[in-house]
């Protein structure tokens, strides 16, 4: 196929590439999930899986995604639909695409308004509204509230204005484009992500025992609670398992958002050295600064037994519960509470408008709009599909959408593109596309891995989930019959959705854009 | 903190430190002529 698109945006500098790919991958769930995802699976022993993760699953699909990526932009398409087709000269490979689109959308429709709540709660720190709730009861009481529960609708006001003020960030940093939008964001809000998570991870070191009576709540002893190695755990195949579950999260691989950002490389720019970086400083921010900060000061403060009961509650009630009771003892507690927060909310907001950006990107090069346009009609489309998460929230609707797109469907999606790429695009195809421009020669033993353990893994991983998941999911087990409609509506919102870009996919055919690739 | 978990956190750290300061080494030092 023809140059279709010489004037293509490109990053402007290599920096600031890495640093919009590692606020792709840093999250919230480096900060809440890791640690206590750690914790509840063998402490430092999880740590084993969690490298072998890494090595076979992590590092060779970040490889194969910018690959493909940057293979893509150079014939002018940046989404795996056109990507899927240039690799698989096939009428399904497009449709099989799509998923490449579909289901960052369908993460990034609750992910905003959790990313909302965590700026709401960086004013709340700042002006201390919060402060005077002084038990986990109490302030999960707090959230839910925040939340909409007992609203009408089930949406609280203050709620749906910060979702209205988190919502239009993302759009007006979408509305800059890649260099002046994507890695402005980046270049601004990375460097005070890691200053922050390295203050609070200074105060949290320095905390020592904070209360002398009790002098086995410390800071150390709480570190021993997320490293110190249960080697029987490792038996468990469930520990195997979140260990995957977790890299894969982590470096959000299997959303279709890396392709994207990297179809904006020059086609000779290096995938090997750039690659690895964003993956080792999310794993620098997840292992270091993610495990030193919440679980180890939960300790500090609750002990043992409390830090074991949140983190069994789940991350949110480990970050929004919590941490702010924490911070309402500690000298400086509203700064400290501001900067968590809004290390949060920085963390989010670069994964959000990565999510965003491939079906930005899809209806620019396949269907020819213009940015302003593109922009339009994806903010529009998940304005509106954010409202079956923020009214149906008490419904279970997040939920129903998250297992759907977050985890069920990343998975197969991470399975269709290795599968794709490495045997039928072929694996020294892959390989090669992977060398080409390579600043350092990738080792030669991912070759292997990249040909057999990868797909194998992703194999496990997806039977895992949805053997693990799916039945309870697919057939609402313990579903309240009144949540039940609204969990058939977030499904129903979801089926339009794919639907709707199906038929966008067989108009970019008819208009030529999607049948001309060549491999 | 056990001694093994003292042992886990500084391989683990050490890993990670060392892996991010070479990529950023190359990404931010002197750029060779790709292969």
Redesign the interface.
């Known amino acids: 196929m023809s140059e279709r698109t010489p004037s293509r945006e490109h990053w402007g500098t290599?920096?600031g590439l890495?640093l919009a790919m590692a606020g792709n991958a840093i999250g919230l769930g480096n900060f809440l999930r890791f640690p206590v995802q750690a914790t509840q699976n063998g402490?430092?022993?999880f740590?084993i899986p969690y490298f072998c993760a890494l090595l076979c699953l992590g590092i060779p699909l970040m490889w194969c995604e910018w690959a493909m990526g940057r293979l893509g932009g150079s014939k002018g398409h940046g989404t795996t639909p056109g990507i899927f087709t240039i690799l698989w000269k096939h009428p399904l490979a497009k449709y099989i695409g799509l998923m490449g689109i579909v289901f960052p959308l369908g993460v990034v429709f609750y992910y905003n308004y959790v990313e909302a709540w965590t700026l709401a709660y960086a004013v709340f720190s700042a002006t201390g509204k919060y402060f005077g709730i002084t038990d986990v009861a109490g302030m999960k009481g707090f959230l839910s509230t925040f939340q909409g529960a007992g609203a009408p609708l089930g949406v609280s006001m203050l709620g749906y204005f910060f979702f209205l003020i988190t919502f239009s960030l993302n759009v007006w940093i979408l509305s800059g484009g890649i260099a002046k939008g994507i890695e402005r964001l980046a270049t601004i809000g990375m460097p005070i992500l890691f200053l922050f998570a390295i203050l609070l991870v200074v105060r949290v070191f320095t905390l020592g025992t904070p209360d002398p009576a009790v002098p086995e709540n410390s800071v150390?002893?709480g570190?021993?609670f997320i490293?110190?190695?249960d080697f029987s755990q490792l038996a468990n195949s469930k520990v195997w398992l979140a260990a995957a579950g977790q890299i894969f999260f982590t470096l959000s691989v299997g959303f279709g958002a890396i392709q994207c950002y990297a179809s904006y490389l020059r086609e000779?720019d290096?995938v090997v050295?750039?690659g690895?970086?964003t993956a080792?400083?999310n794993?620098?921010v997840e292992?270091?600064l993610g495990g030193s900060l919440a679980i180890p000061i939960a300790f500090a403060f609750f002990g043992r037994t409390e830090t074991l009961a949140i983190a069994q509650g789940g991350s949110f009630n480990l970050g929004f519960a919590a941490m702010p009771i924490i911070f309402q003892k500690l000298a400086f507690g509203k700064l400290l509470g501001t900067m968590w927060f809004f290390l949060l909310f920085i963390a989010g907001i670069t994964s959000s408008v990565a999510l965003m950006q491939p079906l930005i990107t899809f209806l620019k090069d396949e269907l020819g709009c213009t940015h302003k346009k593109a922009l339009t009609a994806t903010a529009g489309l998940c304005f509106v599909m954010a409202h079956v998460v923020i009214l149906g929230l008490h419904h279970g609707t997040l939920d129903e959408i998250d297992f759907w797109c977050g985890t069920f469907g990343v998975a197969l999606f991470a399975l269709a593109e290795t599968l794709i790429f490495v045997w039928v695009f072929g694996p020294d195809n892959a390989w090669a596309e992977i060398?080409k421009?390579?600043?350092?020669?990738a080792p030669r033993i991912f070759y292997y891995v990249m040909k057999y353990v990868t797909p194998l893994y992703l194999l496990v991983l997806f039977v895992a989930w949805t053997w693990q998941q799916g039945p309870a999911v697919l057939t609402m087990r313990g579903v309240a019959p009144a949540d039940q409609a609204w969990r058939w509506g977030a499904r129903l919102a979801m089926l339009g959705v794919f639907l709707g870009l199906c038929w966008l996919v067989s108009r970019s055919t008819r208009l030529k854009r999607l049948t001309e690739a060549k491999p | 903190m056990t001694t093994t978990g003292w042992l886990f956190l500084a391989c683990c750290w050490t890993l990670m430190t060392f892996l991010t300061v070479w990529c950023f080494s190359k990404i931010l030092g002197p750029q060779r002529k790709p292969r």
């Open positions: 290599r920096i890495v402490g430092g022993a740590m150390v002893n570190l021993g490293w110190n190695p000779k290096d050295v750039t690895l970086s080792s400083a794993e620098f292992v270091i060398e421009g390579a600043q350092v020669p």
